[in-house]
């Protein structure tokens, strides 16, 4: 979501991204309940995609597992750490607390970021008063690096490769949640889009950016 699509205003409620984090929940009992339950395949309202001529690097493979400590994208300039987050008593896991906007919230008992399949990562988009962690998360582009600094002291490196914005009514659990391609380590990272509606007090998309694992490093500051 650019700048321009955000609606200034006081009172605002950060319920895109819960609303989001309330279907992973419920996607996540489905998978449980029925042994591999999809959404229906909607569509969605815009997608950055991958565009031509853009090369992206080859899979690395998975790495062992270690929890994720902080997430770095520096085409964006986001430096912020990582807090695991859980489901709640209503089923759906819990964002970042409003009280530390600067945090990004990885579902713990899910995928550990540089393991086959997809990690999860949430983050606002802003405050009442000022931007949150995931603010230009929107700009994102195909083939920007995303860094995660991890407890084993490997920073596991990923690459976007598809940059969605899934409206309400046509928000795709599969595509946002769901794993690209099998025996790959992939990362997700979900934001608030769209417009600010002021009468539903929510946001109207969710921006969902996609990478996969490209690269492992040794703990410490990378070169951008």
């Not at 970021?113 to 700009?139: I, N, Q, R």
């Not at 998309?205 to 951008?224: D, I, K, Q, W």
Request: aromatic share 8%.
């Amino acid at each position: 979501m650019s700048a321009t699509n955000r609606t200034a205003g006081t009172g605002r409620l950060l319920t895109g991204v819960a609303w989001a984090v309330l279907l992973l929940g419920l996607w996540l009992w489905g998978r449980e309940a029925t042994g591999g339950y999809s959404a229906p395949t909607t569509g969605d309202v815009a997608a950055v995609g991958r565009p031509l001529g853009v090369p992206l690097p080859p899979a690395h493979e998975p790495l062992d597992g270690a929890t994720p400590e902080r997430v770095e994208i520096p085409s964006l300039s986001i430096d912020a750490p990582v807090a695991p987050r859980e489901l709640d008593s209503e089923g759906a896991i819990e964002p970042p607390p409003y009280a530390k906007p600067g945090t990004v919230g990885w579902y713990g008992s899910g995928t550990e970021p540089g393991t086959e399949g997809a990690a999860l990562f949430v983050g606002h988009v802003d405050t009442e008063t000022k931007p949150a962690v995931f603010y230009g998360l929107s700009a994102a582009q195909p083939g920007a690096k995303v860094r995660v600094s991890r407890s084993d002291g490997t920073v596991a490196e990923f690459t976007v490769d598809d940059v969605q914005v899934f409206t309400r009514e046509r928000f795709d659990a599969q595509k946002a949640y769901g794993p690209r391609k099998d025996g790959r380590a992939e990362l997700r990272l979900i934001t608030c889009g769209g417009t600010y509606d002021h009468t539903s007090r929510a946001y109207t998309a969710n921006v969902v950016v996609s990478a996969y694992l490209t690269g492992e490093r040794s703990g410490g500051r990378n070169p951008v």
